[in-house]
């Protein structure tokens, strides 16, 4: 679909009586975010990067997905400000043309809208980018929308590939999916040490895209979120407990408070809303999620200081 025709596509789900900030708080969002990865992963494993975000920024431990804990009704949640019953994906299964219940609002890719899509109706000529480890991530978000969409093969491209179109194309909004922290809890167990080490991995791939973004002139301009779609127990995941269903949310940036735990209670849905507020966007009806409020700074902007991010190591 031509971009010119993403507004009128949109137009229908847009919220009414509820403008978008005069201006974005941010003029770059980059959202990582690290399948499996539980709070108890970052509690316990080597994680500077993921730390020194947290101090600059603010976090919570106690954020939740959604019900069931598998990944795609999680990933959907995310991005699209919702949860599974209102935008329709239930399980793993989902696909565009096959699913158990319908959504509650259709946008422009025949689905449940994104944030991506409603960043390119309200902002059209955003570059937007997603680079994913895991492939059926890429069917949760519309076709044509993004400038780039590509699923590659193992963390380190997934990251190397996203660092060097960070440098070379500078987005608006970029999302990075990392899938081999969820391999180890599958493969070895939550809790056990090659888990906790798949983690200090998305810790230091976390690193060189700060590290990119630093090469690319973009760090003091960029929010950084740092999130995930379930924990998990044993080798596995999708059941009903907190160590399955709570995830760590942590952002960092202009706008944001330094040093804040954030004790609101913020769901997955709500890291779309709080994008949307980041980028200047008016979230569409269909959406149930909120800003997390709490997360950002009194004076609408961070200290130039605590908006450096930490270098990664080799």
Known sequence: MPRALWPLALHCLAAQGEPPPAAPLAEHVLVIGVDGLSPDGIVKARTPIIDALAARGAHTFHA???????????????IMGAGPEQHGVTSNKWRPDSFEIAPTAVGSGGFFPTVFSVLRAQRPDSVIAVFHDWDDFGRLVEPAVCDAKEDL???VKTAERAAAYLKGHRPRLAFVHLDHVDHAGHDH???SPEYYAAVEEADRLIGRLADALRDAGMLEKTVVLVTSDHGGVGKGHGGATLAELEIPWIVAGPGIAAGKEVKTHVNTYDTAATIAHLLGLTPPEAWIARTVSEAFATSGRAPKEKLEGPASRG
Do not use: I, L
Not at 64 to 78: F, I, K, L, Q
């Open 64 to 78: 939740r997905g959604v019900m069931p804990t598998e990944s795609s009704p999680n990933w959907a949640s995310m």
């Open 153 to 155: 093969d193992g963390p």
């Open 189 to 191: 167990g939550h809790g």
